[in-house]
């Protein structure tokens, strides 16, 4: 059974930084594409960054440049640093796994972050 578990949002001031994680069970962490995502309220989900199995990273231009993505494989666990916080990165933050081997792709139940003074 495939869960990815988020954790780590919550109230930080502009200018801030918030660290998330995605604890993942159930299939081989190690072989999968893993993203962050994120979604404000009245908006569509958006892609924030991901990372390939290999370590390969890509980010939303709005986020360059502030945020990390990383993985500890070995943890199962993936992670996003965000750094200089803006009002405009308030979302619910979203973990996805991208199965690719079995055409899967899961979710995580997400995290809020609230960016506010």
């Known amino acids: 059974q495939v869960q990815l578990v988020e954790s780590g949002g919550g109230l930080v001031q502009p200018g801030g930084s918030l660290s998330l994680s995605c604890a993942a069970s159930?299939?081989?962490?190690?072989?999968?594409?893993m993203s962050w995502y994120r979604q404000a309220p009245g908006k569509e989900r958006e892609l924030v960054a991901g990372?390939?199995?290999?370590?390969?990273?890509n980010y939303a231009d709005s986020v360059k440049g502030r945020f990390t993505i990383s993985r500890v494989n070995a943890k199962n666990t993936m992670y996003l640093q965000m750094n200089s916080l803006k009002h405009e990165d308030t979302a619910a933050y979203y973990c996805n796994a991208d199965l690719t081997w079995i055409k899967a792709t899961y979710w995580g139940q997400g995290t809020q972050v609230t960016v506010s003074s």
């Open positions: 990372i390939t199995s290999r370590g390969s990273t």
């Open positions: 159930g299939f081989r962490f190690s072989m999968a594409a």
